[in-house]
Every structure is written in structure tokens, then in C-alpha cells.
């Protein structure tokens, strides 16, 4: 189950207050998940029910090995599904694109994908930036990294999408020019702790989503996503 509450710039999940940047500061504050096939059925009703106010749903990947383009295997389902509910909708995709013309690929293939359900976006369509041990991307430098989510998030924008990018802390500060990107496209930073800057990691570029939890329960306790 979720509860949560919001006192200014704080936000209440359970036990524990999560404290928003001051320049958000009079600003509302909206809670929202992202799902892919991990979570299996979800019942979209209930997580309006729940107080969720929006969802981005994985639209696919690049695959580590031979860099194919894969759609998520839930995401015709979860589109449906929860535009039925009317839940406010994003996308993301998790990029493995090594160079610009892999990026736009990328950002054609959901862009495509997205044909059919345009109407029901209306949250951003997010490039997810994230490194792991099996990367394809991994030690790019950090020119060719931000001109990758750059010519991604142009392709977006160009095809009529809000385009933001999904990283953590440490990959916008060390393998993407985050402070930059900021400038021009939506950022939305992964920090898990109860506030985004602190003695031990900042982010000072600007952002618009954080997500602070890697996983809710919503009711059914075998059911989790991101907020």
C-alpha cells in the first residue's frame, strides 16, 4: 500500500520525509511510477486509486549484445491498460547507443512505436542513460555520451514529444554533461535518499522529476515499481 502526504516542499512516504530543492518551492508535487515487464499485471485502477498521479512505461531497449531494438514486452498491454484508467502517460527507453546515428535510430524506433497511442502521451518520452557491467556504451567519453542523449531528445522533440533523459548523480556529473543538458531538455535524476543533494552527492543542474525509491508497494504486496 501507498500512503503519502505532501507539507510544502516535504513529502511524507510512510515513515520517512523526502525534501525537495527550495527552488521547487511553492511548486505542486506530483508522485508517479515507471514500470516495465518486471512488475507482470498490473491493475491500472488501482493505482489511480492509490493516488498515483502518473506512470512512464518502458517502451523497449537496446540489447547489450548485438545491439538490437527491442520493444518491452508489457508495453502494448500497460499503454492500453492504463490510458483506459486515465492515468497521464511518459515512455522511456533504455539507450545502449554508442554513437549519434544509434541515438536517432533509437529515437525513431520509439517514436514509430509511439504512432498508434500519440494521443496518450502526455508526460515525456525519457532516454535512460545508465551504465552496468554490460554496457555497450561504457567508457565513451563524456562529449559522446551528451551528444548522444542531445540527438536523441532533438529527434523527440522534432516529432512533436517532450524529451527528457534519466541518469543518476554520479552519470550526470562524470559521464554526461548533466548541468548542460539541463539547459536544453528535461532532466529526470535517480537519487536514492531523502534528498538530492547532501554532504556525500550533488546535482545542481536543473531537473524537473527525482525518483527517490526503487520500489512501492501498491496494494498487492508481490507488486513493485519505481517512484
Not at 516529432?159 to 539541463?182: C, K, R
Amino acid at each position: 500500500e501507498i500512503c503519502a502526504c505532501l507539507v510544502g516542499s516535504e513529502m511524507c512516504i510512510r515513515d520517512r520525509t523526502y525534501t525537495h530543492a527550495s527552488n521547487f518551492d511553492g511548486m505542486s508535487i506530483y508522485n508517479g511510477i515507471d514500470v516495465s515487464y518486471h512488475q507482470g499485471t498490473i491493475n491500472w485502477s488501482m493505482v489511480k486509486a492509490a493516488g498515483i498521479d502518473f506512470a512512464i512505461l518502458r517502451l523497449g531497449y537496446r540489447g547489450y549484445s548485438n545491439g538490437s531494438l527491442v520493444t518491452d514486452s508489457k508495453f502494448t498491454t500497460y499503454i492500453k491498460d492504463a490510458a483506459a484508467a486515465g492515468i497521464p502517460l511518459g515512455v522511456y527507453f533504455w539507450t545502449e547507443a554508442i554513437n549519434v546515428d544509434e541515438a536517432v535510430a533509437e529515437a525513431q524506433y520509439v517514436v514509430s512505436t509511439l504512432a498508434p497511442y500519440k494521443s496518450s502521451i502526455t508526460m515525456p518520452v525519457v532516454i535512460d542513460w545508465e551504465l552496468n557491467n554490460n554496457s555497450r556504451h561504457g567508457g565513451l567519453p563524456k562529449a559522446t555520451n551528451t551528444a548522444i542523449c542531445s540527438a536523441f531528445c532533438d529527434y523527440v522533440k522534432q516529432s512533436g514529444y517532450t524529451p527528457m533523459i534519466y541518469a543518476n548523480v554520479s552519470d550526470l556529473n562524470n559521464n554526461l554533461d548533466g548541468e548542460a543538458l539541463g539547459q536544453k531538455y528535461e532532466i529526470w535524476v535517480a537519487r536514492y535518499n531523502n534528498i538530492v543533494n547532501n554532504a556525500t552527492a550533488q546535482f545542481y543542474g536543473n531537473y524537473s522529476m527525482w525518483q527517490y525509491l526503487s520500489l512501492i508497494h501498491i496494494s498487492e504486496p508481490t507488486r513493485h515499481a519505481q517512484i
